[in-house]
C-alpha cells in the first residue's frame, strides 16, 4: 500500500449530496423515504447506486437473491475487505438507515481512486436485499442466505405482506442475478447510525460496536368467535382481541422483569371483523423479542409462549404461532473493534463499546470472517421515521474512521 504523508479524508459534500439524492428515490411529500424491497422505487435506488459503482470502474456481481456487490482490485486476489449495507426502507423510513453504510463505502473508494492508492487486497462494497424485513420476512435476508444462515429456496419462495414471492419481484425489477450467493469476504465493517439514543444522551460521537443481540420474531395468530358487543355475555365470549391485548401486556411485563438488555414488542396487530360492535373473532399480531444473551432470549420466549397457549386457553381460543426471524447473538471481532477505537483516537475522538439492538448485516458476516460496525449518533434517537437525521460533522468523523480501518485492513 502507497504511503500518504497527509492522511487521507472523506469528502463530506460529496457523501452528503450522494445521500440526499438517494433519499428522493422513493422520497414522500413529508420527507421521509419509503423504498420498501423489491418495488419499483427499490430497483430506482439499485439503479443509481449501481450508476455511481460503474463510475469507479468497479467489478460488479449481482447474485440469486439480488444482492449487488462491487469489487475494486488490489494488488493481490482474494477475498476482499468488504464494506456495505442495505438501501431497501420501511415505509415512514429517512435518509440514513443503510443508505450510509453503502455510500460511505463508495466514498472510501472514491478517496482511494483520487489519491492513486492500490490496496494489497481487493475492497467491495455491497448492498444486501431486504434486510429491513418490512416487506419479506425475515430481516437480513439477502445477506443471511449470502453467508449461509437462510435458505436461498425458501426466501425465493416467501411472500410479501402485498401477496408477491421474492424471485417474481427479484426478476420484475431486474436484479434475479446469476452470481452464486457464495461470496465471503476478508473482512467486513458497516458504517451504521446508532439507530438509538445512547451515543448523543452520552455526548459521544463514535460507537465501537461489540456485537449484536439476539432476535426472536414470531406471528401468533389468534382464532376465536365472532358475536354481537352488545349481547354476548362476557363471560361468554371467545375473544381474539383481548387476548392480543393480554399478551402485549405481559411482553412489556417479560422485559420488566428481565431488566437491560432485554427488549420485547408487539409492533403489529390485526383484527377480524374490526368493526367497533363486534368481538373479534381473530388476530394476528407480532412478537418482537431481543436480547444480547442466548439464554436469556430462550428464556424469555419460552415465557412469552407459555402465557399465549395459556392466555389462548382460558378465553377459548385456538393459536398457532409461526416462526418469522429467529437469530442468535453475535459478537463481533475484537481486532476490528480495538482498530476502530485507534482510529478515532487518532481523530480525537473516544469510542464508546456498544452493543447494537437493531439487526445489521454485519451480523451475517460474523461467523464467516472477522466483522466489526461503526455507529454514528442518531439525533433525538430516532429511527425508522421520516424525522431520522445525523448531522454531517458526525457522518465525516464516522467515514473518516471507516476510511483509515479500510484502509488498514486492505494493506494486509
Known amino acids: 500500500m502507497s504511503t500518504q504523508h497527509k492522511p487521507l479524508r472523506i469528502n463530506i459534500e460529496r457523501l452528503s449530496a450522494r445521500l440526499r439524492e438517494l433519499a428522493l428515490v422513493g422520497g414522500t411529500p413529508d420527507g421521509g423515504v419509503c423504498r420498501l424491497a423489491l418495488t419499483r422505487d427499490d430497483k430506482a435506488g439499485r439503479d443509481l447506486v449501481v450508476g455511481w459503482m460503474q463510475e469507479l470502474g468497479m467489478s460488479i456481481r449481482v447474485d440469486a437473491i439480488g444482492n449487488v456487490i462491487a469489487i475494486m482490485a488490489g494488488k493481490s486476489d ?161 375473544d381474539a382481541a383481548f387476548v392480543a391485548a393480554a399478551i402485549a401486556v405481559e411482553l412489556r411485563q417479560i422485559a420488566s422483569d428481565f431488566g437491560p438488555p432485554q427488549v420485547c414488542t408487539v409492533g403489529h396487530i390485526k383484527l377480524e371483523p374490526n368493526l367497533i360492535n363486534v368481538v373479534s373473532r381473530k388476530a394476528i399480531l407480532t412478537l418482537d423479542l431481543r436480547n444480547t444473551s442466548e439464554e436469556r432470549l430462550q428464556e424469555a420466549e419460552a415465557r412469552a409462549f407459555a402465557f399465549v397457549d395459556a392466555a389462548a386457553a382460558r378465553e377459548g381460543l385456538r393459536v398457532e404461532k409461526r416462526t418469522l426471524a429467529r437469530f442468535a447473538p453475535v459478537d463481533f471481532a475484537e481486532e476490528i473493534i480495538a482498530l476502530v477505537e485507534r482510529e478515532a483516537a487518532v481523530l480525537g475522538h473516544k469510542a464508546r463499546r456498544m452493543p447494537s439492538g437493531a439487526g445489521h448485516d454485519a451480523q451475517m458476516f460474523a461467523p464467516n470472517c472477522p466483522s466489526g460496525m461503526i455507529f454514528v449518533p442518531s439525533a433525538g434517537g430516532i429511527s425508522h421515521n421520516i424525522k431520522e437525521h445525523t448531522d454531517a460533522a458526525d457522518i465525516e468523523v464516522g467515514a473518516n474512521i471507516l476510511l483509515q480501518v479500510i484502509l488498514k485492513l486492505a494493506a494486509g
Not at 87 to 99: E, H, K, L, Q
Not at 108 to 116: D, H, K
Request: proline share 5%.
Open 78 to 238: 482474494g477475498p476482499p475487505v468488504t464494506m456495505g449495507s442495505h438501501i431497501d426502507t420501511v415505509a415512514t423510513g429517512g435518509a440514513y438507515d443503510g443508505n450510509l453504510g453503502v455510500l460511505a463505502g463508495l466514498e472510501v473508494v472514491t478517496c482511494l481512486q483520487e489519491a492513486g492508492v492500490t490496496p494489497e487486497h481487493p475492497i467491495a462494497v455491497g448492498f444486501f436485499t431486504n434486510e429491513e424485513g418490512a416487506r419479506f420476512a425475515p430481516d437480513m435476508m439477502g445477506s443471511g442466505v449470502q453467508q449461509g444462515a437462510l435458505s436461498l429456496d425458501t426466501c425465493l419462495d416467501t411472500l410479501s405482506i402485498d401477496g408477491k414471492k421474492v424471485r417474481d419481484e427479484l426478476a420484475a425489477i431486474g436484479y434475479a442475478g446469476e452470481a452464486p450467493c457464495d461470496f465471503r469476504a476478508r473482512n467486513f465493517v458497516e458504517l451504521h447510525i446508532e439507530q438509538g439514543p445512547v451515543l448523543e444522551q452520552k455526548g459521544d460521537i463514535i460507537g465501537a460496536v461489540t456485537g449484536v443481540q439476539g432476535i426472536s420474531w414470531t406471528e401468533v395468530t389468534l382464532h376465536g368467535v365472532s358475536n354481537h358487543a352488545g349481547t354476548t355475555p362476557m363471560s361468554m365470549r371467545k
